[in-house]
C-alpha cells in the first residue's frame, strides 16, 4: 500500500530501503513533507509518519545520532515562541509514568526555548520504542529507539467509520472496511478516475473508491443483489428492505454524486464497447465457498440451475470454473484498463500447493505486487495488483493458452473440495482430541 501511495504522490520506492518485517517501524526517504502528509490522507495500514532526528539500537547510540542531527533543521521547531509536547509510544511494553518522565528527562541536551503544552501544541516529538515483537520474551532494554517530529497521522478511523457492522445493505461476501480502502490505495484510485467492479455484489469497493473521489461502477449477475431483492443476510431479519441498495450505501456515506450505475450483467460476456474505459478495476471474485461461480448460459449447455429471481425475471446458470474467471478478468483489464491503470483482485490460494507460477499472466498487464492473506492453516487469498503496460492486441486476446501458463493455473478449480477437506480434516481431529 504504501509503496502504491508513494508512486501516486510522485514519489519513488527506493529498493535500498529496508523492509524490517519484524519491526512495526519503517524508515523511507521521502522527498518533501507535503508528500509525506499526502501519503497519511490515503493510508490505512499506516498509524503515523514522523521527520526522523535520531535513532539507535541503544539509548546512547539514539543521543548520539541526535547530536549529529543538523541544528540549523531542528531550530525552526524549538524557538522560544512556539509550544511542544513530547509523547512516548513503546511498542510491546508498558512503561510507568515515572520511566517515561525519565526518558523525556534525558533529552534535555536537545535545545528546546519554547514553552511545554499538553494540550494543542504548535510541536509534537515522540519516542518510540520497539520491544520485538514476540510478546512471551519481552527484553528489558529496547532493540531499536527513535525520535522525530510528528508530522501527520494516517487514516485508520475510516475502518470504524465505514465498518460493515454499521452499513445498510450488506451481502454474505460483503468486503471488510479496512481491505477495501487497501485495495483502492493498491489501485492508485484518485479523484475524476472512474473505477469498475464487474462482480459488485453489495458495493462494498466502491465506496472505498468513491470516499477517494473517483466515479464507480459495477456489474453482477445476481439480479436480486443488483436490485436489493429477496433474502437478507444480516442476522435477525428475513427480507431486504425496499431501500436495501447499492446507491443508499453510497448515500449512507454522502457519497452518491459519485455512484455512475450497476448493471445487471455476466462478466464473462462482453457488453462494454471497444477503448479505454476504466482507470482501476478493483474486484473481489467468487470463489465458490460463500458464492457459487457462475455465468449466464443457455438450454443446449449443461445446464447448472435455473433461477427465478424476481416475478418476471429468469435465466440459465452454467458452471463457471475459477480459472477461467481469473483469464476472463485479465483479458478485460488488458482491453478495458487506460494506459497506466491498475487491476486489483483477489486470487485464493491452497497453501501446499502455492508456486508463483500459477499467479496468472497476461503480456499487457504487469504484476506490481502479490501480498498474502491467511484464511486457515492450508488456504489463503492474495491480493494481486497489476498495471497495463502495454495496448491491447487482438492477438493478445489468448496468448495466454500459447505461453503455457494456463495449466498450471487450472488447479484453481479444486479450490472449493481442497478449502472443504481442510475444514473437514480440523473437526475429525478436534473430535478426535476431544475423546481422548
Not at 457492522?165 to 461476501?173: D, P, V, Y
Not at 466502491?206 to 443488483?226: E, K, M, P, Q, W
Not at 500447493?353 to 499472466?361: F, M, Q, S
Request: charged letters at 25%; hydrophobic letters at 35%; a positive charge.
Amino acid at each position: 500500500e504504501i509503496t502504491s501511495l508513494l508512486s501516486l504522490c510522485g514519489g519513488q520506492f527506493s529498493g535500498e530501503q529496508e523492509i524490517r518485517v519484524n519491526s512495526p517501524f519503517w524508515i523511507l526517504n521521502i522527498p518533501s513533507e507535503e508528500m509525506a502528509k499526502g501519503l497519511m490522507k490515503r493510508t490505512v495500514c499506516a498509524k503515523s509518519i514522523f521527520e526522523l532526528w535520531g535513532h539507535g539500537r541503544s539509548a546512547g547510540e539514539l543521543y548520539a545520532s541526535l547530536k549529529n542531527y543538523p541544528t540549523d533543521k531542528m531550530l525552526p521547531y524549538l524557538q522560544s515562541d512556539s509550544t511542544y509536547k513530547i509523547h512516548i509510544h513503546t511498542f510491546n511494553k508498558t512503561l510507568t509514568q515515572a520511566q517515561k518522565v525519565k526518558k523525556i528527562d534525558a533529552l534535555e541536551f536537545l535545545p528546546f526555548k519554547g514553552k511545554v503544552k499538553l494540550k494543542n501544541p504548535e510541536h509534537i516529538f515522540w519516542i518510540l520504542e520497539d520491544y520485538g515483537m514476540n510478546p512471551n520474551d519481552v527484553p528489558e532494554e529496547p532493540i531499536h529507539l527513535y525520535f522525530g517530529r510528528w508530522i501527520a497521522d494516517g487514516q485508520r478511523e475510516l475502518i470504524e467509520s465505514y465498518s460493515v457492522k454499521k452499513r445498510h445493505f450488506i451481502g454474505n461476501t460483503s468486503m471488510d472496511a479496512c481491505l477495501s480502502f487497501i485495495m483502492a490505495n493498491h489501485g492508485r484510485v484518485k479523484p475524476n478516475d472512474i473505477v469498475y467492479d464487474p462482480f459488485v455484489g453489495t458495493g462494498g469497493l466502491l465506496i472505498s473508491s468513491a470516499h477517494f473521489g473517483a466515479y464507480v461502477c459495477g456489474t453482477d449477475i445476481d439480479y436480486n443483489t443488483i436490485h436489493g431483492l429477496g433474502k437478507a443476510s444480516r442476522k435477525n431479519q428475513k427480507w431486504r428492505g425496499p431501500d436495501e441498495n447499492i446507491r443508499a450505501n453510497l448515500r449512507q456515506y454522502g457519497l452518491e454524486k459519485y455512484y455512475l450505475d450497476a448493471l445487471v450483467a455476466d462478466s464473462s460476456r462482453p457488453i462494454w464497447r471497444k477503448g479505454m474505459l476504466f482507470d482501476a478495476i478493483i474486484t473481489d471474485p467468487p470463489y465458490g465457498i460463500r458464492e457459487a461461480p457462475r455465468r449466464t448460459g443457455s438450454q443446449k449447455e449443461t445446464v447448472k440451475s435455473v433461477e427465478r429471481s424476481t416475478e418476471n425475471h429468469f435465466f440459465v446458470s452454467s458452471c463457471y470454473h475459477l480459472s477461467d474467471i481469473f483469464f476472463d478478468l485479465l483479458k478485460f483489464g488488458a482491453e478495458y484498463l487506460v494506459m497506466g491503470g491498475r487491476l486489483v483482485y483477489w486470487l485464493p490460494i491452497y497453501r501446499p500447493e502455492y508456486t508463483e507460477e500459477i499467479i496468472p499472466r497476461h503480456p499487457c498487464l504487469k504484476l506490481i505486487s502479490n501480498c498474502e492473506q491467511l484464511l486457515s492453516s492450508h488456504t489463503s487469498r492474495r491480493l494481486i495488483t497489476m498495471e497495463k503496460v502495454k495496448e491491447f492486441k487482438d492477438h493478445d486476446e489468448s496468448s495466454y493458452l500459447l505461453e503455457g501458463q494456463y495449466m498450471p493455473f487450472r488447479g484453481h478449480n479444486s479450490f472449493r473440495e481442497k478449502y472443504f477437506s481442510g475444514v473437514t480434516k480440523r473437526i475429525a481431529k478436534e473430535e478426535k482430541d476431544n475423546q481422548k
